[in-house]
């Protein structure tokens, strides 16, 4: 899956449903392992700079891009505390969280 891929697939979760975010992380997680976790941090990133673009109510950021930036916040923390010496995949996330911190598996 490509980056613009990724920031794609974001995109739609978050619009679909003001749930989504809760499960995005867990389920890219499971459905794409290989991926590099700084992808999909940049991906959420991408996805807020485009929804604020797109759509300004009140002249401030919306709840969607808000959302993508705290995930994409919380998602760079757990990056940094489970770093090794190769680059962190979506499934070294995975089985971080299952061993150390169950955040992303219980939201």
């Known amino acids: 899956m490509t980056e613009d891929e990724l920031r794609d ?8 449903d003001a749930t989504a975010f809760r499960s995005l992380i867990r389920d890219l997680a499971v459905a ?4 590099s976790a700084r992808t999909l941090e940049t991906a ?8 604020d673009a797109a759509i300004r109510r009140g ?6 891009a808000q959302t993508a930036r705290r995930l994409a916040i ?11 010496d190769a680059p962190v995949t979506l499934g070294d996330l995975r089985d971080w969280w299952t061993r150390n911190d169950d955040f992303f598996l219980r939201l």
């Open 32 to 35: 794409y392992p290989e991926i």
């Open 74 to 84: 919380l998602l760079s923390m757990d990056i940094d505390r489970a770093r090794s």
């Open 44 to 51: 959420l990133l991408t996805a807020a700079r485009e929804m």
């Open 9 to 16: 697939l974001v995109l739609e979760r978050l619009h679909d």
């Open 59 to 64: 002249g401030s950021p919306t709840d969607e």
